[in-house]
């Protein structure tokens, strides 16, 4: 996914006043479909979208690993990962 593909589809959801359940399957269809491209450039933007950082350690003898998830969090607003806390 290239930056002007990224820009229609901002541009696309801006023009949108209602985001319906159709708007939402198809945003996520479309990322599942980026997901098995053939292409790392591609997956990795995905990934990137809904993680803050992945972590894979493997073992030893190869027969398991450990991986470390940072889910990206977006609520109210632009607050990525970052949890506000009030004191």
């Known amino acids: 996914m290239n930056n002007e593909a990224e820009l229609r589809r901002m541009e696309f959801i801006n023009s949108h006043s209602n985001i319906d359940e159709e708007l939402i399957i198809n945003e996520l269809e479309d990322k599942k479909r980026h997901l098995f491209t053939d292409d790392v450039q591609v997956k ?12 894979v350690v493997g073992s030893n003898d190869n027969s398991d690993f450990l991986l470390d998830l940072k889910v990206r969090c977006f609520e109210y607003g632009d607050e990525g990962s970052r949890t506000p806390v009030r004191r």
């Open 44 to 55: 990795k933007q995905v990934i990137q979208e809904f993680f803050e950082s992945v972590v």
